[in-house]
């Protein structure tokens, strides 16, 4: 499997943004997905998640501004990012696994970049 993101890039503080990720090999093994970030010096933190049903799951720190929606027919996951403030610049992954919870058969993509700032 291999997720490839796109969409980051630098905006200014209010903006909005919309990341995808692109799921392609073995995507059957997929259930759930996931986006991460990562901001320097900092671990790397949970953003929301969508299960095969649809469902979605949001940290505190994202709910009500951003917007996690998938499209299977094209194999793609999006974030859409609304009210972006300077503390969400990080590297942002998509991840997508079997489980509900995250685990070590978990995929992992490369990452893209976001930086808020005026």
């Known amino acids: 499997v291999q997720l490839v993101e796109s969409g980051g890039g630098l905006v200014q503080p209010g903006g909005s943004l919309r990341l995808s990720c692109v799921a392609s090999?073995?995507?059957?093994?997929?259930?759930?997905m996931r986006w991460y970030r990562q901001a320097p010096g900092k671990q790397r933190e949970f953003i929301a998640r969508?299960?095969?049903?649809?469902?979605?799951n949001y940290a505190d720190s994202v709910k009500g501004r951003f917007t996690i929606s998938r499209d299977n027919a094209k194999n793609t996951l999006y974030l859409q990012m609304n009210s972006l403030k300077p503390e969400d610049t990080a590297v942002y992954y998509c991840?997508?696994?079997?489980?509900?919870?995250?685990?070590?058969?978990?995929?992992w993509g490369q990452g893209t970049q976001v930086t808020v700032s005026s």
């Open positions: 991840n997508g696994g079997p489980f509900l919870v995250a685990s070590s058969s978990d995929y």
């Open positions: 090999g073995s995507i059957f093994s997929i259930n759930v």
């Open positions: 969508i299960d095969s049903a649809g469902s979605t």
